[in-house]
């Protein structure tokens, strides 16, 4: 963080005149049992289910949690919000250290839906994404295919920054070549995946296989192999990432690693609870395991539906 981002962060913490959180300098007898969870947008079904865990978990422990969209927030509005909860959860602030510093000033516990950050003292609860998109690039190797395609997410992800460096160690790991018209920027999207995809299939050498930063990205990608007539998973193997209900249910079913996005927000109250306890203990992060979910999209039989390969650890 550049030194003038953190004067004008000290500035809207001290100008405005917040109270400290009260949890977080130990005034137990104050606790709003309220929390705060923050999402990065509302665009799709994850952040449903992530809110979904955190406020049944929040349920059970006597707590309730209020739920705001990150890009509506500026510093002085977080902090108004923080100073009448308990504690924060934020998914997708990664990439905002300004609003992570504001509330590191302030003292408040906060748990980051993502990779700890060794400059903001904060909890992190994350899916093995390193792991799972492994193992799912490894699955396609094994079976055979030979011009791996990878459909990644956006710059400003580190889940997807996760997956991209997942799929480049795969290849590497078992001799094959990286070719960068094989690596193709994409968004969490169908639109994307049907556009990207759309790109990959008009190349002189198309890939006999994707693998996509998420289901959204995979089913927009089966959509545009639709469209130029290429077979699934006979001409062309699609995997996908998330574990969305709706890739079982498409056709061909589609192979994709499940994350617990229901227990990522479980696991996220429960930390943020024990940070509230502990405050003076130091940052932990939680990653939770991955699935990767064998359907016919990767040119696994119908018999394979039920199976399962958890993610190998990053």
Excluded at 186 to 192: M, R, T
Aim: hydrophobic residues 40%.
């Amino acid at each position: 963080m550049t030194e003038e981002t953190r004067a004008r962060v000290l500035e809207a913490v001290h100008e405005l005149n917040y109270r400290p959180n009260p949890v977080a300098q130990g005034l137990a007898l104050q606790s709003t049992r309220t929390l705060a969870l923050i999402i990065e947008r509302f665009d799709n079904i994850y952040p449903a289910l992530i809110v979904g865990g955190a406020e049944a978990e929040a349920r059970d422990q006597g707590y309730h949690v209020l739920v705001q969209q990150l890009s509506d927030l500026s510093v002085d509005e977080l902090l108004r919000l923080s100073a009448r909860t308990d504690g924060v959860i934020m998914s997708g602030a990664t990439s905002n250290e300004e609003l992570l510093q504001a509330l590191a000033e302030q003292g408040t516990p906060t748990v980051l839906l993502g990779k700890l950050l060794p400059e903001i003292r904060a909890d992190g609860v994350v899916a093995d994404n390193y792991g799972g998109a492994y193992a799912a690039v490894e699955h396609l190797i094994e079976h055979g295919y030979q011009r791996i395609a990878h459909i990644t997410g956006p710059d400003n992800s580190r889940h997807a920054e996760a997956r991209l460096r997942a799929y480049q160690d795969a290849l590497q790991a078992h001799d094959m070549p990286l070719r960068d018209e094989y690596i193709a920027k994409g968004a969490y999207s169908h639109e994307s995946g049907y556009e990207v995809m759309s790109g990959l299939l008009d190349l002189p050498e198309p890939p006999d296989a994707v693998f996509c930063a998420d289901d959204l990205i995979a089913l927009g990608a089966m959509m545009a192999a639709e469209a130029y007539g290429r077979q699934v998973p006979g001409e062309l193997a699609i995997v996908g990432f998330d574990g969305l209900e709706t890739g079982a249910y498409v056709s061909p079913p589609l192979t994709t690693v499940f994350q617990p996005m229901e227990q990522i927000g479980r696991v996220a109250v429960q930390t943020l609870l024990w940070r509230i306890a502990n405050p003076n203990e130091e940052p932990r992060e939680t990653v939770l395991p991955t699935e990767l979910l064998l359907r016919r999209s990767c040119g696994c039989p119908a018999s394979a539906h039920t199976a399962a390969i958890s993610g190998a650890a990053a």
